[in-house]
């Protein structure tokens, strides 16, 4: 039992040599939802706060970062959300991803299921409450609106 703890705790320094790449893509203010669509600093900062760490080039990452296997899990994460919904490069998408993406995050946000519990035990500040989640939810429902009359594109349902 000794040798497996010493085995254990040996790994778990070794790990700590392999730290992850905190480095965020330089910021494209031109292609950023909050600057383009030029968002009400009330709401911006309710998204900034609960989305922007996993899903925009502006990742913030805390001290906690710094710790193997922790910091790759949280890279994994990062990536992931960045992969499926990256606010800071949305002027990129084409209209329809625009408005399905839009009306993907309303609806993970109207089940809440974004943000994630495990983000907001870390950062209560993406913590919403029913008023702030009301007010993201309209705002998004807004633009994504506001992009299917633009480029008319139909209405989407929600999936059962």
Known sequence: MKKILVILLVALVLIQFFPIDKNNPAPTPGMDLLKIKNTPEATATLIRNGCYDCHSNESKYPWYSNVQPIAWFLKDHIDEGRKELNFSTFATYEPKRQAHKLFEAVDMIEKGEMPLDSYILAHPEAKYTEAQKQQV???LKSLEKEI???????????KK
């Open 148 to 158: 299917r009359v633009l480029n008319d594109l139909p209405a989407e349902t929600a």
């Open 137 to 139: 939810i309209q705002y």
